[in-house]
């Protein structure tokens, strides 16, 4: 059983770079969601894909991040000129939608120098 | 400004000992959820709620939902160090949006 996987694990970058992540769902999954989760904190919710439709992003999201769910399978989160704030979890969910349960991938840290 | 208010942020206990942790929110909900999320990993689903009043148990977690659907509780009889997480709770009016709370940081000391 394969859940969701996100890619890579860990990414360290400086200031002002542009960094890149990867969901990838479960498979039969038409819902994705991104979240960003800081020390302390629960998730906050960023976005979510129906398919490859975009249907909701978060005020959270500026300009400066950008996602894509470009078939309707994996999706990925950009990040360009990365800022101190930018620290933190960023975690992906697929589900079948409706009340069906979310199922998380394990993350991606993001850590900014 | 949370949507949902957890309480306590951080439990302490010792193995076998009961406790209650307790997710508030002046708004409605269709559903509440409960997550335990483990250093490093993602969140896993624990249960759904979505009737006023209703109560679900899994082994030896209760989790109920206020009459209102504004407020769910979460009950573990004989705690063991494997319940050791962090217990968010997670609203949402539609299952299109869902909205967290801050956790509950749990300890069980053996």
């Known amino acids: 059983d394969t859940g969701v996987s996100q890619n890579p694990r860990h990414k360290i970058t400086k200031r002002g770079q542009n960094v890149t992540f990867r969901c990838d769902p479960i498979s039969e999954h038409n819902r994705l969601y991104w979240y960003r989760q800081t020390l302390g904190q629960g998730p906050e919710f960023l976005t979510y894909?129906?398919?490859?439709?975009?249907?909701?992003k978060s005020r959270l999201l500026s300009d400066r991040f950008s996602a894509e769910r470009p078939k309707g399978s994996f999706s990925t989160l950009e990040i360009q000129r990365t800022e101190q704030g930018d620290s933190a979890m960023y975690l992906c969910?697929?589900?079948?939608?409706?009340?069906?349960?979310?199922?998380f991938g394990d993350g991606t840290r993001l850590s900014i120098l | 400004t949370q949507l949902l208010e957890q309480s306590p942020q951080f439990l302490s206990i010792q193995e076998g000992e009961n406790l209650t942790v307790y997710c508030n929110s002046s708004s409605v909900f269709s559903s509440l959820q409960w997550y335990r999320q483990e250093p490093g990993e993602g969140p896993v689903l624990l249960v759904t709620v979505v009737t006023g009043g209703e109560v679900k148990k899994l082994k030896r977690l209760t989790f109920q939902f206020g009459d209102a659907r504004k407020d769910s509780s979460l009950h573990i009889t004989a705690a063991q160090p494997g319940d050791t997480g962090l217990y968010l709770c997670?609203?949402?009016?539609?299952?299109?949006?869902?909205?967290f709370g801050s956790g509950t940081k749990l300890n069980v000391k053996p």
């Open positions: 969910a697929s589900s079948s939608g409706g009340d069906q349960p979310q199922h």
């Open positions: 894909f129906q398919n490859e439709a975009q249907l909701e």
């Open positions: 997670a609203g949402t009016y539609n299952f299109n949006k869902f909205y």
